[in-house]
């Protein structure tokens, strides 16, 4: 269901005591061995997710879903999937600090493992971090004990490394199913999809053709799904922010688009990471 000031986000399910926070840097577990990966092509439209919660709402089904913020507010959100790509998303990190943008990283754990200082350059300039699984897989399509594996992997990676743990959570594609997001509600996430997705990682796509069409589906809440190495989305940023200004709009994360909303992701009085951006 869609989060907004009239529907303040519920406490989730308690859980088995988690392990002790690892140490900074720590490697992280061993992994599985490799799955389907999500791959170009493969993310789901907007209006499919619209729809499927759509279905969950008339069947009377609660999660802790979240697709955009309060649309009665003027606050949209940056979020930014796949990564950390080394160089690619170090210019990235530029250009947001440079355009006075914060944003949200949904990261995948084998990139945050192998990138930590680039992690931890995302947390120091204010940007929020969320857990986008392991290995990036299509988490319907593995038996579900692997599904809490791949959150629980790419969650100590991060904590690692940050020393916190993460609230946020996006299955790749836009991909659950009713099991999956149970599984990611007993862990304690908010699963987090998207308003607008102007398919950034298409080959071809031009800086241009990103902009005209995160411009076209812009709305007040909106969540606007992008990657974070792609050269031109990076070029494609400025226009990309002067359009939501220039509109009224302003730049949040995902957890105080929710927040400002009314929504709740204080969970078991855990902060959601350790950033905030003001």
């Known amino acids: 269901m869609r989060f907004n000031a009239r529907e303040p986000m519920p406490n989730p399910p308690v859980t088995s005591p988690e392990p002790q926070p690892a140490t900074r840097r720590q490697q992280g577990a061993t992994a599985p061995p490799p799955r389907p990966e999500v791959v170009e092509g493969d993310y789901r439209k907007s209006v499919e997710l ?21 649309p009665k507010q003027p606050y949209v959100a940056l979020t930014f999937d796949d990564g950390p790509h080394g160089d690619k998303t170090m210019l990235l990190l530029d250009t947001l600090k440079r355009l006075k943008c914060p944003a ?10 192998r990138y930590p200082g680039i992690v931890e350059r995302m947390a ?12 990036h897989y299509r988490l319907p399509l593995i038996p579900l004990e692997e599904v809490a ?9 991060l904590r690692s490394i940050l020393g916190v ?16 997001q149970r599984i990611i509600e ?34 007040p809440g909106g969540i606007i799904l992008l990657h974070s190495g792609v050269l031109p989305t990076v070029e494609a940023l400025p226009n990309i922010l002067a359009n939501i200004r220039s509109r009224g ?20 009085k855990v902060r959601i990471s350790q950033t905030s951006a003001h």
């Open 50 to 70: 619209a729809l499927q919660d759509d279905v969950e709402r008339e069947r009377g089904i609660r999660s802790f879903k979240v697709i955009s913020g309060d």
């Open 104 to 113: 949200t990283f949904f990261l995948v754990g084998m990139q945050a493992r």
């Open 124 to 135: 120091m300039e204010g940007h929020e971090i969320g857990n986008h699984t392991y290995h």
């Open 149 to 157: 594996t791949e959150l629980n992997l790419c969650r100590d990676v």
């Open 165 to 180: 743990r993460t609230r946020l959570v996006r299955p790749p594609g836009g991909e659950y199913n009713a099991a999956v």
């Open 186 to 219: 007993l862990n304690g996430y908010a699963n987090i999809l998207w308003t607008d997705d102007p398919s950034d990682y298409k080959a071809g796509r031009t800086a241009k053709q990103i902009e005209g069409f995160v411009a076209r589906d812009l709305t």
């Open 249 to 268: 709009l302003i730049p949040i994360t995902v957890s105080e688009l929710i927040q400002r909303g009314g929504g709740l992701l204080k969970i078991s």
